[in-house]
């Protein structure tokens, strides 16, 4: 199994920024990519943006340039520093792991954290 603590979600006013964090462990030695998606009220839950074990990113096109994903191999943690936050960016964030165990995909998501952009 792996676990996924996310933190550093809060209220911010538009235009502003925040850092998301997701420590993971358990068994960590069986995972590659790690990501993030969100769900606003209402709508599906979406990518954000992911990170392969070597540094290879993927954003969701429309957050490109605002959203940059990072990782800490060391403290197998990963990172989500949003700026220019919009209040379409309110949602709640999760984080997300998989590992492929022959033809099988296990995913693992964090509890969430709540994101609110508003003045």
């Known amino acids: 199994q792996v676990q996924l603590v996310e933190s550093g979600g809060g209220l911010v006013q538009p235009g502003g920024s925040l850092r998301l964090s997701c420590a993971a462990s358990?068994?960590?030695?069986?995972?590659?990519?790690m990501g993030w998606y969100r769900q606003a009220p209402g709508k599906q839950r979406e990518l954000v943006a992911s990170?392969?074990?070597?540094?290879?990113?993927n954003y969701a096109n429309s957050l490109k340039g605002r959203f940059t994903i990072s990782r800490d191999n060391a403290k197998n943690t990963v990172y989500l520093q949003m700026n220019s936050l919009e209040p379409e960016d309110t949602a709640v964030y999760y984080c997300n792991t998989y590992r492929v165990i022959g033809l099988r995909v296990e995913n693992f998501w964090g509890q969430g954290t709540q994101v609110t952009v508003s003045s």
């Open positions: 358990g068994s960590i030695s069986s995972i590659n990519t």
């Open positions: 990170i392969t074990s070597d540094g290879s990113t």
